[in-house]
């Protein structure tokens, strides 16, 4: 089974979760604000949408669920990561939400699944790139919402 969590503040990663809901059938959509402990921790694999809000903060949800996932065994889980940013208007810290959301967990165990490549991207710095890809997949709703079920199609093929 897989949980996607995910936290949103307009919408648009609610939207993209229930998409991402719908290509994956074994899976159960979490908003991080109610999402608890238990709730993580019964899942083999995670998924977490996160967008990323002004210079390259995560979003308000997350800035508690993180405090409960630092709490949870994570070790062997597979997690996957999507973020969500805004690469014309902040070139300088587009998904930085999703890299964030990485640094706080990667020394958990887990298995970080999903990179994704930069390439066809506009923006200057991101902490979600690392070893020069994206460390799950990076949307931009704002600028290139025609490219989303595209994305989300081939992202689920590397899942």
């Not at 805004?86 to 990179?115: R, S």
């Not at 066809?120 to 600028?143: H, R």
Request: charged letters at 25%; glycine letters at 10%.
């Amino acid at each position: 089974m897989i949980g996607i969590f995910y936290g949103s503040s307009v919408g648009n990663t609610r939207f993209v979760a229930e998409k991402l809901a719908q290509l994956l059938p074994d899976s159960q959509l979490n908003p991080v604000e109610q999402a608890t402990q238990p709730d993580i921790e019964k899942y083999d694999f995670l998924i977490l949408g996160t967008s990323t809000w002004g210079v390259g903060n995560l979003q308000d949800d997350f800035e508690t669920f993180v405090d409960t996932l630092s709490l949870c065994n994570l070790e062997g889980k597979k997690v996957a990561l999507f973020g969500l940013g805004d690469q014309f208007t902040y070139p300088d810290t587009f998904c930085n939400g999703m890299g964030k959301l990485y640094e706080i967990i990667k020394d958990k165990g887990c298995v970080f699944v999903g990179a994704w490549p930069c390439e066809e991207y506009d923006f200057s710095d991101s902490l979600a790139l690392i070893d020069g890809k994206f460390i799950g997949l990076a949307l931009d709703e704002d600028n290139e919402p025609d490219l989303t079920d595209y994305r989300l199609k081939e992202w689920v093929k590397i899942l």
